[in-house]
C-alpha cells in the first residue's frame, strides 16, 4: 500500500468543512464563531509545531528530549484539568494534586505500555513512548477532569446531608462515599463507552492512522486492543487519584467540609 502524502490544497480543502460549523452559529445565532475561528488556528498551529518538535525528537533519539517534551506535555495537561472545572479548588495544591495524578498514571502506564509490553530498542524510543504518554494523558485528563468536576458539584449539591454525617461523627470518606461513587463513575463512562464503540461503531484514532500509513489491519487492531488496555488502566488509577485526592483538599484535618476553598471557574 502506498502511503499518500498530504498537500497543502489538500488541507485548505479539508478546511473548507469548517465553514459548515461557522454557518451553523450563524444561522442559529450561537455566536461561536470568533471562537471557533480562533480554536481552528489554534489546531492547525499546535499540530503544525508538534510535528516538526517530533520529527526533530524522533531524529535525535535522545532520552533527555523525550523527558523535557513528556514534562512539558504533563504540566500543560494538568493546567487544562483545572480549567476544565466548574469549581475548581483553589490554591496550588490543586495544581500539584493535577500534576501528580497525570505524571503518575502518565509514567507508570507509558512504562509498562513501552517497556514491558512493546519491548523497543532503545526502550526509551520517543516513537513509542510519546506517542503512548499523549494517548493515556488525554484520556486521563478527561477522566479526572470529570470526576473532580462531579466530586465539587456533588458536595456543593449535597453539603447540609454531608455536614449532618460529619456532624455524627462520620470520617470524611464516609460522609462523601455517595458522591466519590458518583464521581469515580462519571470519570470512567467514556473510557468504557469508548471501548464499546470500538471496531463497530468506529475505528480508533491510532488504529485509523496506522491503517492510512499503510500498516496491515490485523497488527493495527493488535495495537489498537494493547492502547485500549493500557488507556483502561491509566484512566481508573488517574480517575482514583483525582477523585480521592480532591476529597481530602476539600475537606481539613479535623474532617470538616471546606466548600470555601473552591473558586468559581471563569466562563
Known amino acids: 500500500m502506498t502511503f499518500v502524502s498530504l498537500s497543502i490544497v489538500d488541507l485548505v480543502l479539508a478546511a473548507v468543512l469548517i465553514l459548515l460549523n461557522g454557518a451553523l452559529s450563524l444561522a442559529f445565532g450561537l455566536g461561536l464563531e470568533r471562537r471557533l475561528a480562533f480554536t481552528t488556528v489554534r489546531m492547525v498551529v499546535q ?143 467514556p473510557l468504557i463507552n469508548s471501548m464499546a464503540a470500538s471496531g463497530i461503531v468506529s475505528l480508533p484514532g491510532m488504529m485509523t492512522g496506522q491503517i492510512l500509513a499503510g500498516i496491515d489491519p490485523v497488527e493495527a487492531a493488535k495495537y489498537q486492543i494493547m492502547i485500549m488496555f493500557v488507556l483502561a488502566g491509566a484512566t481508573a488509577l488517574g480517575v482514583l487519584l483525582a477523585a480521592f485526592g480532591g476529597v481530602v483538599l476539600i475537606t481539613d484535618d479535623r474532617h470538616r467540609l471546606r466548600l470555601d476553598r473552591l473558586k468559581a471557574n471563569g466562563p
Open 47 to 189: 499540530l503544525a509545531a508538534i510535528g516538526f518538535v517530533l520529527k526533530f525528537i524522533f531524529q535525535q533519539s535522545s532520552p533527555l528530549w523525550t523527558l523535557m517534551l513528556a514534562v512539558v506535555m504533563v504540566g500543560v495537561a494538568g493546567h487544562e484539568l483545572l480549567a476544565r472545572q466548574k469549581r475548581r479548588i483553589g490554591g496550588w495544591y490543586a495544581y500539584v494534586l493535577s500534576v501528580g495524578t497525570l505524571s503518575t498514571t502518565g509514567l507508570l502506564a507509558t512504562l509498562y505500555g513501552v517497556a514491558v509490553i512493546l519491548g523497543p530498542e532503545p526502550w526509551y524510543a520517543p516513537r513509542y513512548v510519546l506517542p503512548i504518554l499523549g494517548m493515556v494523558l488525554g484520556n486521563t485528563l478527561t477522566g479526572a477532569s470529570l470526576a473532580l468536576d462531579a466530586l465539587t458539584s456533588g458536595a456543593t449539591r449535597e453539603r447540609a446531608a454531608i455536614e449532618a454525617r460529619l456532624a455524627l461523627g462520620a470520617t470524611r470518606l464516609q460522609a462523601l462515599s455517595g458522591v466519590l461513587s458518583d464521581a469515580v463513575r462519571t470519570g470512567t463512562m
